[in-house]
């Protein structure tokens, strides 16, 4: 899986690159085409593509796996720099910004009793913040630091989710 997963981060790295270069001079074509199955960008859709929680119980288990992984990619990441020679992310990076990303994706699959609530809407927009932020070049503190405001967010959700479930 990690083999599968570091492919596919050399190719895209290799992709990005060929765009860049590319764009320095017009009359040369990209390396790799545009894949039709990947996103071409960011942007994240309003609402998660999975279904709400059903309940509170299920949605702080929802929280629990997506801070599991969270914290797994951290670790994994170690003290790998944020980008290498050429600026373009790590794979162990990519790693942890699809584990925030799945993060944010967990939460906004709050159960309809939560979705107006202050509690999702600040855990929700501080993600999202922190989201945005591991997307631009950053240097490794940086980086490690939006990472950590993500996951203390879900777990903190979490936490209070786990309370108002009354376990």
């Known amino acids: 899986m990690l ?3 570091t492919g596919l981060a050399l190719a895209m790295v290799l992709a990005l690159a060929g765009s860049v270069a590319a764009q320095g001079d017009p009359r040369q074509i990209p390396a ?3 894949q039709p199955s990947r996103p071409q960008s960011d942007a994240s859709p309003p609402f998660s593509p999975q279904p709400a929680a059903s309940s509170l119980q299920d949605y702080a288990r929802i929280l629990q796996e997506a801070q599991s992984q969270l914290e797994t990619a951290i670790q994994r990441s170690g003290d790998e720099p944020a980008g290498n020679q050429q600026n373009a992310m790590t794979p162990a990076r990519m790693d942890v910004k699809a584990a925030a990303q799945w993060a944010h994706n967990a939460i906004r699959r709050a159960p309809r009793q ?3 609530d202050a509690l999702y809407e600040d855990a929700e ?3 999202s913040d922190d989201l945005s932020s591991l997307s631009q070049p950053l240097g490794l503190d940086k980086s490690d630091d939006a990472a950590q405001r993500i996951l203390a967010t879900v777990k903190e959700l979490r936490q209070k989710v786990e309370q108002r479930a009354g376990g």
């Open 125 to 127: 927009r501080k993600v």
């Open 114 to 116: 939560l979705r107006n």
């Open 3 to 5: 083999i599968r997963k």
């Open 32 to 34: 790799t085409p545009p």
